[in-house]
């Protein structure tokens, strides 16, 4: 269950002319490597799995255990259809991801029965190790505590990404204890949605599964170490020090096209590198992004 | 114009050990044409579009032409990436399908701006008409009057397919008259959301996108052509006689898990005809379904 605590980071699959930009992209897992991330989760929200074909899928697990250097790497694999959420198994088996994280998309609304017959399925039908990836954000599925505690039983589900939210400290101890009593300390438990980072891991939570740490390891890390030697003040000072990036994803609708305008300014990636229907920000949101990256000294 | 007018049927994919059941697919469409329908649109979400890769869509569509016997084919092309759109126009245009249907799938939300341009590419990519496909429920994207307003104003958007709600038929005709005003008359409004057929007819729609109509054409048809005639009451009335039907659908959690499991106990589709993770209504919800089946008299 050590594999999934500390900083996983999660890198954007960069596109360029609707292709995989895979000299990008390997230059996003090198840098993760240099940071010194404690993994890495290739094909999350961030990477764009729903929007890849199972080939494109297949190649980029390979890509990233290819350039991790040995660091543990974590492949998504959720789809609308369990079909081919197999598939995306076999081929992350067949790449050496050490983990899969699975998160219940949807088009039609899922009932709990259906999700927790697709753990089931997945989780009989491989040795790796499972992330649930609680999004509603993303997958419109609600999980509950019960639903937690039921998977977490499933032999093979080792951890549980909850979504971030606003809460007092005492609150958010109060919470990742309850799901920790439910999980019956089967499973760790990471916290994403990254302005509330430090305050999930001051909270108990043992991994940082984080989308901007994808593409800016160095402050997500410093973080992250904090909280881990148990500076929790220290971890606070750090992340609010960060609050006008925390407040670009709320300006702009989450993190996504914020990171992605990021490694564009920075030069990590090409230009437009989210796959369309997805435009992107326009250019005066790429502004406020670089007066940020500019202000926080970010890179 | 008149191409989207009536009653247009949306019939189910049905699956068998993962694979679609072509036999009992092409069964379908004869009813379909049996049962007399103005059009039949292949792949919306009672087709579980969202759920099917490129090839089987293609075949799909291919198979409603071929069973249709001359009745006008819409096919649905939404998908998440607009790559995947783009191979779906082409592939509906080689079938001989004579209207698109397109939804702006989401997985990361979608900004206006996305929207427009997603429609943008592909009206200027294809000479076929398009019906813009408005379902907050599945693709949890909520078009506006204003967007409404600039899609029809592109060459190639001819019909909007609206969400049905609760309304009084006043309020209703005003809705109906609001979105016309927007449109300026260059779409026609048809209604989805079976429980509002009638009424939304009633209230001026043009056409009626009914999910349960492409399993049990005849019923829905005999509300539509009262609409049609002008006989409201009687619309009314034959709408008012399947409440049983449309309680199933509020119960259930929407009609497709209800419009596969009559299909399947009338024998028209094999068991578990729905694709997984989506497990299907329980065998408790679906002795509920047998019965109303039975009340209602349907077949």
Redesign the interface.
Known sequence: MTLFTGLSAFPLTPIRD?EIDEAAYAGLIQRLVTAGVDSITALG?TGSY??LTAEERARVARMTVEHAAGIPVFVGIGA????EVMANVRSAEAAGAQGLLLA??S?????T???F??FR?VTSATDLPIVVYDNP??T?FTFTLDLYARLAELEGVDSIKIPGQAMSPPDFSAHVERIRAATGNQVTIGISGDAFGAAGLNAGCDAWYTAVGGTLPTPMLAITRAAQNGEADRASELSAELQPLWDLFSEF??S?RVTAAIAEHLGLVAPHSL?????GL?DAQKRKVAEVVATLNLD
């Open positions: 609707e929200s729903a929007y609308l259809r369990t079909r219940p998309v088009y039609q609304q899922l009932s029965d259906d999700v017959e697709l399925t954000g993303t419109h609708s989450g996504l796959p369309l229907p997805i435009l326009t």
